[in-house]
């Protein structure tokens, strides 16, 4: 799948911005991936293309609103829709059925109707929030992403996964629902906070491990370059990323084989953000350990180099990402428990994605218990002495 490049004079009187496009193909819900710089105030403009209805509903949160909120209805106004503005408490306790139940109940107040359609403006909590809510509200609205953080850009805006969180588990209640279109505006990430961006580089780090070698070589060296800001590295990076989402997705899209390899490392991630409370260490935080501690797995099970375990703790590090939690033995037990909630749970046994070398990594590794609690130790023998070295 190739990434076509689409001139585009909107914003650009003197010369053509040009717009990378990805297009997630699944055949009649086929969808664009629009990355760029400015692409916010074309909002109305692409939405006014998916001949929908004239009612729609913004759901943003509270740190995103004062931001984009009014640049965003601004262009839906231009183009003739009448829109509403949902504005939700910020962060990973947002993603609940109260908050799903909230946005019910503004979206009958503003009388959407099967014509409708909802904006998901903000992060991935956002985005899985209102796309739920869209699967499910008049039993599905059109919704549209427009991603604001890079883990969102990257990852959660693209494959049409939504959901909300239980208190016995991430993301626990969902569905498969693809967006309308999706608008990655790179502008909006310069107002990120640099840990939130510290967190979406861990998605785009997995990228590199699960799927691409030339990638990771790629962000090993321009890595000061994406930390920077540089516009032509991210929007680059974060057009293979999504390239790659979709080659996956579009092979599986309900996750009954290859999709898998996109957990990569969330297995042990997931029950980290749950057993240590939701918010403590960020999604992308808490899945970086969790990929250091898969690749650790990789090289006791499937043979992964020491030198490419070593390779993608570096780069994790380099990141300015956590690569180990220390846990004391009660909290390793649960966080074990934790595990055996997740969704990759089959007859109680927790299955991993491991890597077998970068670039390439199989799904449905069943590891024994014991094993994952030694790679979690911060004193493991196993591969200690990278982690060690280089921390
Ligand atoms: P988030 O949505 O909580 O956003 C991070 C923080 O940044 C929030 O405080 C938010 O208000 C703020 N923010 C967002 N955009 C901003 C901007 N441009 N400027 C300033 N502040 C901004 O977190 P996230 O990392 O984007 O997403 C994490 C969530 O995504 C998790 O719930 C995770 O489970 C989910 N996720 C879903 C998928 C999927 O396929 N659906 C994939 C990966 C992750
Ligand atoms: N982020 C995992 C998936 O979309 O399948």
Not at 62 to 75: F, G
Not at 148 to 175: E, I, P, W
Not at 228 to 246: D, M, N, T
Request: include cysteine.
């Amino acid at each position: 799948m190739k990434i076509k490049a689409k001139a585009c004079g909107e914003f650009a009187p003197v010369y053509p911005v040009i717009v990378p496009v990805v297009t997630v193909p699944l055949a009649e819900r086929s969808y664009p991936i629009f990355i760029g710089d400015g692409l916010l105030s074309s909002l109305g403009r692409r939405c006014a293309a998916l001949k929908l209805g004239s009612r729609c509903a913004v759901i943003t949160d509270r740190n995103v609103a004062p931001l984009y909120a009014k640049k965003a209805m601004a262009s839906l106004v231009a183009a003739g829709f009448n829109p509403s503005l949902i504005t939700g408490p910020a962060g990973e306790t947002s993603k609940s059925v109260t908050m799903v139940e909230s946005c019910y109940d503004q979206l009958a107040k503003h009388r959407l109707e099967r014509s409708s359609f909802i904006v998901a403006l903000g992060g991935g909590v956002v985005g899985d929030l209102a796309g739920f809510v869209a699967a499910t509200y008049l039993r599905g609205v059109a919704f549209v992403q427009v991603p604001t953080t890079l883990l969102s850009q990257v990852d959660s805006s693209v494959g049409g996964k939504v959901g909300v969180n239980l208190k016995a588990g991430k993301n626990l209640v969902g569905a498969f629902y693809q967006p309308r279109l999706v608008l990655c505006d790179l502008g909006t990430l310069k107002t990120l906070p640099k840990r939130e961006f510290r967190a979406g580089l861990a998605e785009v780090i997995k990228y590199g491990i699960i799927y691409d070698a030339a990638l990771f070589a790629r962000l090993e060296k321009d890595l000061p370059k994406l930390l920077a800001g540089h516009q032509a590295s991210l929007a680059s990076v974060v057009a293979r990323c999504c390239e790659i989402k979709a080659e996956v997705v579009c092979q599986d899209e309900t996750e009954t084989g290859l999709r898998a390899i996109l957990n990569f490392g969330h297995t042990i991630g997931h029950a980290i953000e749950n057993t240590c409370g939701y918010g403590k260490y960020l999604h992308g935080e808490a899945i970086s350990i969790g990929q250091v501690a898969a690749a650790k797995l990789s090289a006791e099970v499937v043979g992964l180099s020491d030198k490419e375990v070593d390779r993608i703790t570096q780069l994790f590090v380099r990141a300015g990402l956590p690569i180990q939690i220390k846990l004391s033995a009660t909290q390793r037990q649960k966080l074990m428990a934790a595990m055996l909630l997740d969704k990759k749970v089959s007859a109680g046994m927790v299955k991993f994605v491991l890597a077998k070398k970068i670039g390439l990594v199989e799904p449905g590794h069943k590891i024994n218990p014991k094993l994952i609690e030694d790679v979690l130790r911060v004193e493991s023998p196993i591969r200690a002495s990278i982690v060690n070295r280089k921390s």
